[in-house]
């Protein structure tokens, strides 16, 4: 079983990425935005590997980080959802902005990924909203919000501005001691109740009166 691999970037595909190896040529099936992480043609390349036996191939998918492969394992535990349909997620969504998707019940952000329509993107959510995530025990269920190269002050409401409410006020009530994901329901439910991004104070205390009620 390959677990990483080690080489030289010896070209690209559509979908693929060919790594030399001590001379051996490993075709490895990787997401778009993994490709898109990779060196030019002859650059250092380290992958890690989920590698997919079947009767008549053996198929390895590359990583550039191992939360990554973490998640496309995650993933194929839902039922209708197989190798390509997780690549496809990982895609257009980060390990970060998953985590944020299946905790906030986010099912538009799934979507999103060539193959999975409104009804995989809402079992995708069902089955595992009260499953470990990949990377809680390390972040403490705190998410990492994405970068954003938008000036002071541009922010708006949709935008990496409510991202960052919303995951401060969710650490904070998984900090106090509540479950990650009902802290995410709570927060999501209150925050869609008002007009106008609150203080997080507001939003933390009114998001604790939720999970009361």
């Known amino acids: 079983m390959i677990g990483k691999l080690k080489g030289l970037l010896d070209s690209l595909s559509a979908g693929h990425a060919l790594i030399d190896v001590g001379g051996v040529g490993y075709e490895v099936a990787c997401s778009a935005r993994t490709l898109a992480a990779l060196p030019r ?9 989920d590698t997919v036996l079947r009767q008549d191939f053996i198929r390895l998918y590359g990583f550039v980080h191992p939360l990554e492969k973490q998640w496309f394992a995650h993933l194929q535990t839902v039922q209708g959802v197989g190798a390509k349909a997780a ?3 990982l895609d257009v969504l980060s ?6 998707a299946l905790v906030l019940q986010e099912k538009t952000s799934l979507s999103r990924a060539s193959g999975v329509g409104p009804k995989l993107a809402a079992r995708i959510v069902a089955e595992l909203k009260d499953k470990p995530l990949p990377g809680s025990a390390l972040t403490g ?12 002050g541009a ?12 995951n ?10 509540y479950n990650e994901v009902r802290a995410g329901q709570s ?3 209150v925050y869609a109740r008002l007009d106008e991004d609150p203080p997080l104070d507001v939003l933390i205390k009114q998001s604790l ?3 009361a009620s």
């Open 41 to 49: 043609a002859g650059g250092q390349v380290t992958l890690y590997i």
């Open 87 to 89: 690549l496809a997620i």
């Open 95 to 100: 390990p970060t902005e998953l985590h944020q």
């Open 141 to 152: 269920g705190a998410f990492t919000p994405p970068t954003s190269g938008a000036a002071p």
């Open 155 to 166: 922010e708006r409401r949709e935008g990496l501005s409510d991202m960052v409410l919303r």
């Open 168 to 177: 401060d006020a969710i650490s904070a009530l998984v900090n106090l001691g």
């Open 187 to 189: 927060v999501m439910a």
């Open 209 to 211: 009166q939720e999970i």
